[in-house]
């Protein structure tokens, strides 16, 4: 028994093969399955009152960005993490909520984070002060 191609079973075959060649490409392209990160651009100020929403909204990290990690000992806003150097968050994707007891650290640390983390970046312009004082 024998088989007989025609050119219309080749042509076939053929788009068969173009068909999973091309769709394996698309399957392992790198653009499909790894998006590309985009990175804030914009820092947020916020009063305490804003803040309580933003903290029932998202996942947010806080972080006391005082330079001194007694201050943090000392007093911080619940679940705080201490941390003083902006560069240890670069790989961090959720939002940010910064604060410290200057006002211009706080700023500074920011403009650090602005370009390198995802996720949003807001700030608590008052510190902990403002926090107690509004809470």
């Not at 619940?78 to 650290?105: G, H, K, M, R």
Request: proline residues 4%; negative net charge; contains cysteine.
């Amino acid at each position: 028994m024998t088989v007989e191609i025609t050119g219309k079973g080749i042509l076939i075959i053929v788009l068969i093969f173009v068909s999973i060649f091309f769709g394996l490409s698309l399957l392992y392209s790198s653009d499909i399955f790894v998006p590309e990160k985009v990175y804030t651009s914009e820092i947020e100020p916020l009063t305490p009152i804003e803040v309580k929403e933003y903290l029932r909204e998202s996942n947010v990290l806080i972080v006391d960005c005082n330079t001194c990690k007694c201050t943090y000992n000392d007093n911080h806003i619940l679940d705080a993490v201490w941390i003083s150097n902006a560069t240890l968050l670069f790989s961090v994707e959720s939002d940010l909520l910064v604060y410290s007891d200057s006002p211009s650290q706080t700023l500074s640390f920011c403009n650090q984070l602005k370009g390198n983390v995802t996720g949003r970046i807001c700030y608590l312009p008052g510190g902990y002060e403002e926090w107690i004082g509004q809470k």
